[in-house]
């Protein structure tokens, strides 16, 4: 089962030169991250949402490892800002970024400035919305863009200290792509944000296959540990209670499609009967997962949920009230808050 007990802040050793960085509760821009090292050399695989958050994480990795003061590789699994803003610590000024050609193409278009200038300016519900996630938690301050050095199509491969990494880059799902690193020596997996325990999937774009086909991969590779974006570290049980999961959100959605149901009917009725799966946080994100799995069957392979960014959030705000309110039997007792 998910490793709840080791989900605490900090680091915490996963394998004998693996580590991971765990940031609970794992809501927006409490991301975990994850650390090779090895032969003297360090990968780090994502970093936190601002500087010194991931100065907190390097400055914990190199008091475990000395190596750890000089990270000679960071892998970025997507481009979403508490994955990737980090790379603006001094400690990383060195470092060559992995990234996928997509995902430099979206910090390129989106830099921390055009960033923190857009979520500036948000009114309304976005504005509630945003404010909500960011909260007090962060200092964005000292970010500019920082390009990858090193920029790959489908995967990559390289070594530090001598340790091999393979790099995978999947098909449209959570973000345009997302990546998975593996460092099969260890026997562990980072999967970035593709999956994660205890709450609902919060698909952002088309296609559900593309994410089941990841899982299928991750699954093959027999790993001891896999490291998620948020949430508590898994095993391969744990991925396969994933998949089952995924495979039923996508056979409920598609028995509402064939039977002429609206997206938004569709959504309410599968959180009536969601049974298994009622315990899990975050029920409101399912109104985007099963509006991408409606693209998906309808073979609409361009429209993702970011596509309007102020009105995603402004949703995502109105869905955090109206849902609970809704579904009261879905936000008590192990479900929580909404997400």
């Not at 605490?8 to 991971?20: E, I, N, P």
């Not at 698909?203 to 974006?229: H, K, T």
């Not at 409606?294 to 955090?320: I, M, N, S």
Request: aromatic share 10%; glycine share 8%; hydrophobic share 40%.
């Amino acid at each position: 089962m998910p490793d709840w007990d080791r989900f605490t802040t900090g680091l915490h050793r996963v394998s004998d030169k693996c580590y991971a960085y765990m940031q609970p509760p794992g809501n927006w821009g409490l991301n975990n991250t994850a650390f090779l090292v090895s032969g003297g050399e360090t990968l780090m695989m994502d970093t936190g949402c601002d500087i010194p958050l991931t100065d907190r994480m390097l400055a914990a990795m190199a008091q475990a490892e000395p190596a750890a003061n000089q990270v000679a590789n960071v892998v970025l699994t997507h481009w979403h800002v508490d994955h990737v803003h980090g790379i603006n610590a001094p400690r990383l000024r060195a470092s060559r970024i992995h990234a996928s050609r997509i995902c430099a193409d979206w910090m390129a278009n989106l830099p921390p400035k055009r960033w923190l200038e857009a979520i500036g300016s948000l009114e309304g519900d976005a504005k509630r919305q945003m404010d909500h996630l960011i909260g007090n938690k962060f200092d964005f301050a000292g970010l500019d863009y920082v390009p990858p050095t090193d920029i790959y199509e489908n995967s990559t491969q390289f070594e530090t200290g001598g340790c091999a990494v393979k790099v995978i880059e999947g098909k449209p799902c959570h973000t345009r792509s997302d990546s998975i690193v593996h460092i099969p020596t260890e026997g562990v997996v980072h999967s970035g944000d593709l999956i994660s325990a205890g709450r609902h999937v919060g698909l952002q774009f088309p296609f559900m296959r593309n994410l089941l086909e990841l899982v299928d991969l991750m699954l093959s590779w027999d790993a001891a540990v896999y490291i998620p974006g948020h949430g508590p570290l898994l095993d391969v049980k744990d991925l396969r209670d994933i998949k089952a999961y995924l495979q039923f959100m996508q056979e409920e959605a598609r028995r509402r499609y064939d039977a002429g149901m609206a997206v938004e009917a569709a959504t309410e009725d599968i959180l009536r009967n969601l049974g298994p799966y009622k315990t899990l946080r975050g029920a409101e994100n399912l109104f985007f997962t099963i509006q991408m799995l409606y693209c998906e069957f309808a073979g609409d392979t361009t429209d993702h949920v970011r596509r309007d960014y102020p009105g995603y959030l402004a949703k995502q705000w109105e869905l955090r009230k109206s849902v609970p309110q809704k579904f009261p039997d879905l936000f008590t007792g192990n479900a929580g808050e909404p997400s």
